[in-house]
């Protein structure tokens, strides 16, 4: 903790000083013209630099602290490799995910996984319980839809991740699903974190919608302080004033987590444009800028899909899509994962 | 919803008016140079409009109907006035809501209490469950801090507004609270929306750190449609670049919700500014801007606060505040509340 | 300057010490567990933190020193009062500048003017040289636009800002406006800040569109130590993620600001919305956050409006609110200046 | 144009009808329940719509013309190249310019431009006159930086692009640079937009730090309409919330812009991340994502330069990425232009 006084009258940094010996910790002081910063080193509670911050003369308080430790790169070195059945996140493969955004049918999803599996996808994603902005939209199958992605996923071979959105339902999606998925919007919902720590499935932890790096490694360390050693994260977009896209795509944010976090790091170029031209680019560029693995929303009939038809990529799109993947992680000295099954043979 | 296409063939602009038809809408399409307009009127699904993006030669497609029926002006011309006990949301008066950001004990809570209704606050305000970036930040008494803002806000005579975060616990914080929170992190969790929707609680609904308006108000209708018919809007501050202030405090949102929609809005200077100094001209100013109440966090002792000290009004700055709030209601034709047993006396 | 290093090896902790002596200051070594801490006082340079940065196990670099320095309250503790003419910003008068967004005619300026005295407006504001998005949009009447407001200024009486874009116009602009407006998208044209600061005239410094208080600040510092000592700040609203509102206007700046810095501060709800309707309600809540003055865009008929129509009121608006600004001023201990020939009498 | 009126009386309807037609345009009215939707055809003034919006009724208006022309894909199919002497930007090869943030040294320049060279670069930058955000920081070596870029560049044989900052010195610069750079704050700068256009020499023209996809189209095209027909696109980081990096690459703005304008596009990863650690996988992803070219900064001592030396990269690393950049390129069927002298030998 660092604390930054301005101008400080001796009574002021007495205070100082004396409160931070009363926390048990040493204060080193050193006094210039206009400033006097006063240091202390050892580990501090992420609440005591506030309280600092409101006595007199002191202008500002830095924490020199990382807040996260389980998820800090600084106590593991390595890069962590996250299973998911045989799929493997954070190792030389770049595993790919796709399916549509919600399943509407068992026909619809067994099409669309068929397919994915064809153009070479590891692993396929769907959602059954859908957090829509309108609460007169299409809210998802749900338990239905859990059932569809089971039954399919064994069929094609496939491991499937979907969404949980409330804690209560956590247990059961577990049963359904080989991954947990958290979404944006409950990025620090910390009931479902807490939970979902404990269903002993890997996790799939989507940034906020207008989260920092900072506070999306924060909600990893509940997830790994709770109970879950299997995170991976997943940058899909941060709101900005660019309104052209649904999303702001922020893929400095692969290299920049990699440096801070031995987590794996996934990209969603779907919703982090929400326009299907820009997915194929956007997937291309992420594989180079080190991505671990992608996240796709493909559905057989986009223009009729119940929702996120607009950033959907057709069945065919996909297929050429995961050509050039493969073609740009040779470029970086990887390889696009594909599954047992997969165009690989 | 009106279809902008961009110069398209006849078989594209068939296509579109096929569409429309399918879906028993009747089109009407105007011809220009280079765009092609086909509009349609009558009630749409929110879906539907999402399907056209992806035909050819569509350029974009705007919707014309408002997302929210029950809490748009529109279907309901007079002001909203929702009631906590005797404390009214939307009428002449302003009533304040006062209290610490967290319940640290019962003394702190009773001193808080007795300054605050001394003071004039009409309501009290504290925290129980507290969401926390950091999962090794203090999270709440939980229970025992419900206990104690039930007995203390009996003993004063205040009704209490408290947070509620996980929907297993609505039921439990609703036997403690006259009115649920639902915090800005948690505006659009709708599992949490919906059970909270029928805890027959008033409900004071913040804004998300990142949200537009129009989902803010999307959330209130998850509330209304759920069965909730008492809902107050709180503005907090939303996330912008600007990092001198924890957050930027949009205070046109008053003025412009309340053209759109006839839910009361109160205002937290507190968490929108995250600056005990600006407090008071934030506080002001909303008052002036029209809210229809505010909602700022005071602490005997701010320097000792287990959370959020650095944004706490000393009790005594929160006398002088309401002193001032009070002139500049009357400035715009309304007055403080000031509860049951307050200044006003 | 605090250089944070993070399990640094001895050779990199020596060679960060090294440099500092280097530069001449005397570097002070804290070691913890995990992170060291050097801190060095003394005036730096601005860019000397950047290079420490890149040396090897240096985590972060922190600036202690404030950047701007004759715009700063911590060298100049009382509020510094700028006088246009007979018109003063900063003492306990709140000046309100009126008129339109552009000088259309001689009949349409004049009537503006002679309708904003009469309602108690103490200035007058026009737009010869419109910066413009497009360029085929109207870009103002430029040296007839000058001679114009010159005229009607002289007429009714009051003093005139308006816009300069360009560093060889500066002369011109002078000789027939009282006071020099940068505007928001100039706010970091340094060409032009460096022309105007020579000028002999007071100058009103628009906020950028996403400039932050500090890069304002820093704006200002080139105004002063350029020659210019009046400078009025003028907070014009924010770009963010809300497009409800053109811009969201950050009045918790204004606090802020007067906090920092000794310099007089007014704010312009016009652009800052966008929208006629919450011009009002934001002008009362400006003045009560502690503004020195606002700048509002009027026009005899709006819907005629060559730019801006959408945020600009009717003359009978503007009248209406200036006696709502009246009493919130009272309320906050001030008043409205309506100028030599205003309401006032 | 199109219209939407909220619940509007049959005289409200009349009014927007007859103003319509006044401006010598045809309405078409759509009446559903709620809204009306009136819609016109045909070139428009862009101010035409703002007239509109404030009569009474009218909800909102939407504008369907693009504002952009002479930028417009859709009046120019083909990708422009821009030729800058024998390097092109929009052809198959992707050309890498670099150099330092500001020319310090001949020295430094040269030793800078040979190396860069060697590697592969194709064009140099560097800044003579430097926009700095304090009056107190190094402002560049102007006219005498001009000269030795020059010499520099053609000693090494390679053309040089340097920013310019006022009107007035477009003449200077243009004499001593090959292509002329408008920075990201004077993107609306548009009294040096305006004579830029009239230079005669190729423009790389920066996004502002905070402007949409529209408002840089719409910079292009003050530089098109006014005379300029080599324009070059860079986008170069915006403005988030985020404040781990300096700003925040949008590479989707990459193949966003391919769609809708035919100008080339090429990427500065050095300050769109403000972090050299960043830039060597930003600009691999920048080309997988379709970039016309990269600007990258570069310093022979990046611990010692005078400005941006935490984003530079040194002469090994940079020479390490244009090996990497060669890869993917290849990936997606382009090449790394290496200029004359350059690696591709």
Redesign the interface.
């Known amino acids: 903790m660092?604390i930054?006084m301005?101008?400080p009258t001796p009574e002021q940094t007495n205070r100082v000083l004396d409160?931070i010996r009363h926390c048990g910790l040493e204060p080193?002081c050193?006094?210039?013209?206009?400033?006097t910063?006063i240091?202390t080193?050892?580990d501090t509670?992420?609440?005591r630099g506030?309280?600092?911050?409101?006595?007199a003369g002191v202008e500002r308080v830095?924490s020199?602290?990382t807040?996260?430790k389980l998820a800090s790169r600084?106590f593991h070195a390595h890069n962590s490799v996250v299973a998911v059945n045989d799929v493997r996140f954070g190792a030389e493969a770049v595993p790919v995910i796709a399916g549509p955004c919600a399943v509407e049918s068992y026909e619809q999803f067994r099409e669309t996984a068929l397919a994915a599996k064809d153009a070479g996808a590891a692993m396929l994603r769907g959602g059954a319980f859908k957090?829509?902005?309108?609460?007169?939209?299409?809210q998802g199958l749900e338990n239905e839809g859990l059932k569809i992605m089971q039954a399919v996923g064994r069929e094609v071979g496939l491991p499937v991740v979907t969404e949980v959105?409330?804690?209560?339902?956590v247990g059961l999606v577990s049963e359904f699903a080989d991954m947990l998925q958290i979404g944006a919007?409950?990025m620090?919902?910390?009931?479902l974190l807490k939970e979902v720590a404990l269903a002993g499935r890997p996790v799939l932890l989507k940034r906020g919608?207008?989260a920092?790096?900072?506070?999306w490694l924060?909600a990893a360390?509940?997830l790994l302080?709770?109970g879950s050693s299997e995170v991976v994260l997943c940058e899909r977009g941060?709101?900005?004033?660019?309104?052209?896209?649904r999303n702001?795509?922020?893929?400095?944010a692969?290299?920049?987590v990699k440096?801070l976090s031995h987590l794996p790091v996934v990209v969603d170029p779907s919703h982090?444009?929400g326009?299907?031209?820009?997915v194929?680019?956007?997937a291309?560029?992420?594989?180079?800028?080190?991505a671990d693995g992608l996240i796709i929303e493909i559905h057989p009939w986009?223009?009729?899909?119940?929702?996120?038809?607009?950033q959907?990529l057709t069945l065919a799109n996909f297929r050429q899509l995961t050509r050039?993947l493969a073609?740009?992680a040779?470029?970086?000295g990887r390889t696009i994962n594909h599954g047992k099954g997969g165009a690989q043979r």
Chains 1, 2, 3, 4 share one sequence.
């Open positions: 660092i930054v301005n101008a409160k080193h050193l006094v210039g013209r206009d400033k910063i240091t080193v050892g509670e992420p609440e506030e309280q600092f911050e409101r006595l830095v020199v602290n807040p996260y600084q957090p829509r902005t309108s609460p007169y939209s299409f959105t409330d804690p209560r339902a919007r409950n620090q919902n910390f009931a919608v207008a920092t790096i900072e506070e924060m360390e509940y302080s709770g941060i709101r900005t004033y660019e309104n052209y896209t702001t795509l922020d893929l400095s692969v290299p920049l440096h982090g444009t326009n299907w031209r820009l194929g680019p956007m291309r560029a992420a594989v180079a800028a080190g986009p223009e009729e899909a119940m929702s996120d038809g607009p959907s050039e073609k740009v040779a470029a970086v």
